[in-house]
């Protein structure tokens, strides 16, 4: 089956460390999406990319950082200066449907700062 | 930048009720879609409708993208469609980047 693969589900992460999410698809999409949504809110763009070693910030870079090297891989790290990492994290694609960009996303994945 | 607002933020229905929810937005867009996020956080595409209207089962979709707005109705509503309901657009001047209303959290007593 066709889908987007995050890992891991939950994460805890003490004060100042690096941390990883996976992000994983097999669609063979182009487009790539990390969001963040917070406890009752909607979901906000960290950082998106339309093809392979190409990727540009959204509304809340800072403090994020992401790679793009090969079309089914865009891992997202959080960094120790995400002042807020607490969140649940989305990875989506797109698929390219009459011209729009139809959105699928991935289960999330769950970090909590200890 | 473009704004999404969502009414109403939050809903309870008694199982079978219908209901109307809505997605104003501030400026044109090419893309509209609407989302279901279930209690465990999946977001599932319900509709890609930039105009128009489009039926699936008991939802139904309608974009009148001249007066920027879009309605989502839900038929003899069921204890699986709670979750928060998302509308999500594409600006016109920004390809590939849709921005998220802040949802409808939908409540379904048996």
């Known amino acids: 089956d066709g889908g987007i693969t995050q890992s891991p589900k939950y994460l805890f992460r003490k004060e100042g460390q690096n941390v990883t999410l996976s992000c994983e698809q097999n669609?063979?999409?182009?487009?790539m999406y990390w969001y963040r949504q917070d406890p009752g809110q909607g979901l906000r763009l960290i950082y998106y990319s339309q093809i392979v070693n190409d990727f540009q910030k959204g509304d809340i870079a800072e403090g994020y950082s992401v790679s793009r090297e090969k079309k089914e891989s865009f891992p997202l790290t959080v960094t120790s200066a995400q002042k807020n990492p607490t969140a649940f994290y989305l990875c989506?694609?797109?698929?390219?449907?009459?011209?729009?960009?139809?959105?699928?996303f991935g289960a999330g994945s769950r970090l909590t700062v200890l | 930048g473009i704004q999404v607002e969502q009414s109403p933020p939050d809903l309870i229905l008694q199982e079978g009720a219908n209901s109307t929810l809505r997605c104003n937005f501030s400026?044109?867009?090419?893309?509209l879609q609407w989302f279901h996020q279930n209690p465990w956080g999946q977001l599932i595409n319900l509709f890609y409708i930039p105009s128009g209207t489009k039926q699936n089962g008991r939802l139904s979709a309608t974009t009148v993208a001249t007066e920027r707005y879009s309605l989502l109705y839900i038929s003899s509503s069921q204890t699986t469609d709670s979750g928060v309901y998302f509308c999500?657009?594409?600006?016109?001047?920004?390809?590939?980047?849709?921005?998220f209303g802040s949802g409808t959290r939908l409540l379904v007593r048996p």
């Open positions: 999500a657009v594409e600006p016109r001047d920004s390809s590939y980047k849709l921005i």
């Open positions: 669609l063979n999409h182009d487009a």
């Open positions: 400026d044109s867009v090419n893309n």
């Open positions: 989506a694609s797109t698929e390219d449907v009459s011209g729009a960009n139809v959105l699928t």
